[in-house]
């Protein structure tokens, strides 16, 4: 009902406010994409399909095609207006639109990124060990987005120089575990990233999430391995907690290292710090046979 209601006020209204004051969830980010890309959401796969129907039916929304294109368009207006802003509210709502419009791979979309990201870099002029900021998280977004796109090299950068430090580290996993379905129920602005303590999460579920995202396919799957290589040197107790999801940890990144040879040196290096650690754990694992 959420996500229904948030396409209308788009549609409708040319609406976007509610991305300014609210930090959305995976699973309300995946009923919009259903709707706008035509991405199935996760909880939905591989559910059997009513053997009775008589008649065909739509296994999908179906947004039509002018709509869509209003979608994006007033996506896309909100945020070039939010520029001249530098209220964290306007940060929030730019950089959630970010990951939003990276759903359109049109020609037009892909263009409106690249020049949103020299609008940005121009802005911030953000330098390495700023630290958390607001506009760190915008930085992430759009760097997220740029990569969904098939352009890595700004969330390469991202990786290798805004995620120096343990805060900004820390940042990355209350995002990822919010995000996962960890963390704060709901939050109101990207602040919490920084100010929430990692102790009050667990992190099973959030190892579990990103354990499916270590897939060739991925647009970011360099960002996740990073991402889980920070989670256990911080929670290596989770890799003997569930051995059959360490085992589909193995599984993931072996594959990753044995088929993407393209990936850059860093990423390489994550995977096999991640592999060494799943191996330690099998082998330490109790009831373990030579």
Avoid: K
Wanted: charged fraction near 25%; hydrophobic fraction near 45%.
């Amino acid at each position: 009902m959420e996500a229904d209601a948030f396409l209308d006020q788009v549609l409708a209204a040319a609406d976007v406010s509610l991305l300014g004051s609210w930090v959305s969830t995976r699973r309300w980010n995946e009923l919009i994409a259903w709707a706008v890309a035509g991405v199935e959401p996760r909880a939905l796969r591989n559910r059997p399909s009513p053997a009775d129907r008589r008649r065909a039916a739509p296994t999908a929304p179906e947004l039509p095609s002018a709509q869509r294109a209003r979608f994006f368009s007033v996506l896309r207006a909100a945020a070039e207006q939010s520029l001249v802003d530098a209220d964290v509210a306007a940060v929030l709502l730019r950089r959630q639109i970010y990951y939003m419009a990276a759903w359109d791979n049109s020609p037009t979309g892909r263009q409106w990124l690249t020049e949103m990201e020299r609008a940005e870099l121009r802005r911030l002029r953000r330098r390495p060990n700023d630290g958390w900021t607001p506009e760190w998280v915008g930085a992430r977004s759009l760097a997220v987005a740029r990569s969904c796109q098939g352009e890595p090299d700004l969330l390469r950068r991202f990786i290798a120089l805004d995620l120096d430090d343990d805060v900004c580290e820390a940042a990355n996993l209350n995002y990822w575990a919010y995000w996962s379905g960890e963390g704060p129920a709901v939050a109101t602005e990207d602040a919490f990233m920084a100010s929430y303590g990692l102790a009050r999460w667990r992190g099973d579920r959030l190892l579990a999430h990103l354990t499916q995202g270590l897939a060739s396919e991925r647009p970011y799957v360099e960002l996740t391995a990073h991402s889980v290589c920070s989670l256990i040197r911080r929670r290596p107790y989770l890799l003997a907690d569930d051995l059959t999801l360490t085992n589909e940890l193995g599984h993931r990144t072996a594959r990753l290292l044995d088929t993407n040879t393209d990936l850059p040196a860093t990423a390489r290096q994550a995977l096999e710090n991640i592999h060494f650690a799943v191996r330690m754990a099998r082998d330490s694992s109790p009831g373990r046979t030579g």
